[in-house]
């Protein structure tokens, strides 16, 4: 009988303690975009020979940039999937900081600042818009996870080949 009051317990204490949950989420979700950055420089460093054997000259600034960018943006992405299915953040978490991360790369056509916020301010993001504040994600919620994800695909694959 106690195990089941204890059992009863830790539930509701953990439905109503879930904004408390938030704080150590976004600490994470830092700790692992750092680590995904580092993770990111090590492709790129090991890729840097594959792009310069693909342009024809080494003096070719434009296609090393464009080599080194079809290098790490993938492979930030990747690395944050990773990070965040590692630390146990979740992949609705991974989606939205995915699709935040995008979003900041697409800001940087307009504005190189307003880039880099959103770029900071992408784990933030990832972590507000993936917590589930009651308990389990909404099926809206989800909804609106999924198709963001879908969004950014989109607009990676329009900003990269169109």
């Given amino acids: 009988m106690s195990r ?3 059992a009863g317990v830790r539930s509701s204490a953990s439905e ?3 904004a408390d949950e938030v704080g150590p989420r976004i600490a994470v979700a830092y700790l692992v975009a750092v680590l995904a950055s580092v993770a990111t420089g090590l492709v790129v460093a090991i890729g840097m020979p ?3 054997a693909a342009c024809k000259t080494a003096d070719d600034l434009t296609c090393n940039v464009s080599w080194y960018a079809n290098i790490a943006i993938p492979a ?4 944050m999937v990773i990070g ?3 630390a146990k953040l979740g992949w ?3 989606i939205a900081v995915c699709a935040a ?3 900041a790369l697409l800001l940087t056509d307009v504005s190189l600042l307003a880039g880099l916020i959103a770029a900071l ?3 933030l993001a990832g972590v507000l818009a993936s917590q589930p504040w009651k308990g389990s994600l909404p099926p809206w919620q989800r909804w609106g996870l999924g198709g963001l994800g879908v969004l950014a695909v989109a607009a990676l694959i329009w900003w990269r080949w169109f």
Avoid: N
Wanted: proline fraction near 4%.
């Fill in 92 to 94: 609705w978490f991974a």
């Fill in 4 to 6: 089941k009051r204890a």
């Fill in 16 to 18: 109503a303690d879930r």
């Fill in 50 to 52: 594959v792009a310069d």
């Fill in 121 to 123: 301010l992408a784990p």
């Fill in 101 to 103: 991360m995008v979003g």
């Fill in 84 to 86: 965040a299915r590692i």
């Fill in 76 to 79: 930030s992405l990747v690395a």
